[in-house]
């Protein structure tokens, strides 16, 4: 089994936070989440809160691969990003979405779609 973990971009603080614990509320809506240094408010502007799950797979280097992380495929020779559709992760580069599972020993993670947007579509460092 894989453990379940989380991570929370804040637009507002402009600052990628753990989580450890998710708080909904009555309407089943995410409510409020804390980390072990209490740092992460309320989210009373969900809007401003982006949360991504861990796959429970690592890259080439044994990074943790999360959800909204950016790749480089060495094979392909180009910048991907890590999404969730239909019940499953994907690796989407170039108009094309393969499994996860199939690629993660071929990627590199160098970045996350909120803190380092500009490597899609990106040159090779």
């Given amino acids: 089994m894989r453990?379940?973990?989380f991570r929370i971009y804040c637009e507002q603080n402009m600052e990628m936070l753990k989580v450890d614990y998710l708080h909904f509320d009555d309407k089943g809506e995410l409510w409020s989440a804390t980390?072990?240094?209490d740092v992460v408010p309320y989210l009373e502007n969900q809007k401003d809160w982006h949360l991504m799950q861990y796959t429970g797979l690592k890259d080439k280097?044994?990074?943790k691969?999360?959800?909204g992380d950016i790749g480089w495929d060495e094979h392909n020779e180009c910048w991907g990003?890590?999404?969730f559709d239909e019940g499953k992760f994907l690796y989407e580069w170039e108009n094309i979405s393969e499994d996860l599972w199939e690629v993660k020993g071929d990627i590199e993670i160098r970045g996350n779609s909120h803190d380092n947007p500009e490597l899609i579509g990106g040159e090779a460092e």
């Fill in 65 to 67: 691969i999360f959800e």
């Fill in 35 to 37: 980390s072990v240094d």
């Fill in 81 to 83: 990003v890590v999404v």
């Fill in 61 to 63: 280097n044994g990074s």
């Fill in 3 to 5: 453990p379940i973990e």
